[in-house]
C-alpha cells in the first residue's frame, strides 16, 4: 500500500531560526495536504497542493509540490513560539479516502 | 457552527469491554472518517463514510465497527476492547462540494484499555 515517510521526526531550533520537513511518498500523488497539530490538540488543516512543481506561502511558511508529485516540503522561516506543534503531511492517491499521513515532524522552538 | 465534536473526552475501559464512541458534526459535510494517533505512527484511518448509509474499511479495522444512519453522525464501537486500542481517536469530517481534501478534525477521545 501507499506509504508517506516524513523526516526528520523532532526538529529543537531556537527562535528566529528556519525550519524544514521533508515529505515523501511511494506512490505518485493527486494532491497532498499539510496540517498542524499543536500539543494536546488535534489536527488543522493549513493548505492543499494539486499542481506539479506548485509553491505556496503562507505568511513565513512556504509549501512545495515535487515535480514527480511524490515529495514535498514545508519551509518555516524565522520561527516564533507559537510554531511549536507537529507538522503531518497527508498524501492523497485518488478519490477522498485514498489518503495517507505522513508519521509527523514534531518542531519545538527554543525561546 | 460547532464544528466536530467528540464525546466523551477521556475513556477508560477494561480488556473486553464494550463502548461507542461519538462523532456529530453540524457542517452538512458528506465525507466523515475515523483515525487513531499512536505515538511515532501519525493518523491511521479506521472506517470512513461517503454518505448516510455508506461505511467501508481503512487501513486498520479490526475490532471496530461503524454506522452512518444520518449526515450528522458516525459513531464508532469497539467490541471487545483490547489494550493495542489504546490510543487518541479522532473524527474528522470534509465536504463533497469542492476539490478541496481538507478535513476538519474533532478535539479526539483519549482511551486507555487495562
Known amino acids: 500500500g501507499q506509504q508517506v515517510m516524513q523526516i526528520p521526526q523532532y526538529q529543537h531550533v531556537q527562535e528566529g531560526e528556519d525550519f524544514t520537513t521533508y515529505c515523501n511518498s511511494s506512490?505518485?500523488?493527486?494532491?497532498i495536504q499539510w496540517y498542524k497539530q499543536r500539543p494536546g490538540g488535534h489536527p488543522v488543516f493549513l493548505i492543499q497542493l494539486v499542481k506539479s512543481g506548485e509553491v505556496k506561502k503562507q505568511k513565513r511558511l512556504t509549501f512545495q509540490f515535487g515535480e514527480a508529485k511524490k515529495n514535498s516540503s514545508l519551509h518555516i522561516t524565522a520561527t516564533q513560539t507559537t510554531d511549536v506543534g507537529t507538522y503531518f503531511c497527508a498524501g492523497n492517491s485518488g478519490g477522498y479516502q485514498k489518503v495517507t499521513f505522513g508519521t509527523g515532524t514534531k518542531l519545538q522552538v527554543i525561546p | 457552527n460547532a464544528g466536530v465534536t467528540q464525546t466523551p473526552k477521556f475513556q477508560v475501559l477494561k480488556t473486553g469491554q464494550s463502548m461507542t464512541l461519538q462523532c456529530a458534526q453540524d457542517m452538512n459535510h458528506e465525507y466523515m472518517s475515523w483515525y487513531r494517533q499512536d505515538p511515532g505512527m501519525g493518523l491511521r484511518l479506521i472506517h470512513y463514510?461517503?454518505?448516510?448509509?455508506?461505511?467501508d474499511q481503512g487501513e486498520v479495522p479490526n475490532g471496530y465497527n461503524v454506522s452512518r444512519s444520518t449526515t450528522e453522525d458516525f459513531p464508532l464501537r469497539l467490541l471487545s476492547a483490547a489494550p493495542s486500542q489504546t490510543s487518541v481517536y479522532f473524527c474528522a469530517s470534509s465536504s463533497s462540494l469542492d476539490s478541496s481534501y481538507e478535513q476538519y478534525f474533532g478535539p479526539g477521545t483519549r482511551l486507555t484499555v487495562t
Open positions: 506512490t505518485t500523488l493527486s494532491n
Open positions: 463514510s461517503v454518505g448516510a448509509g455508506i461505511t
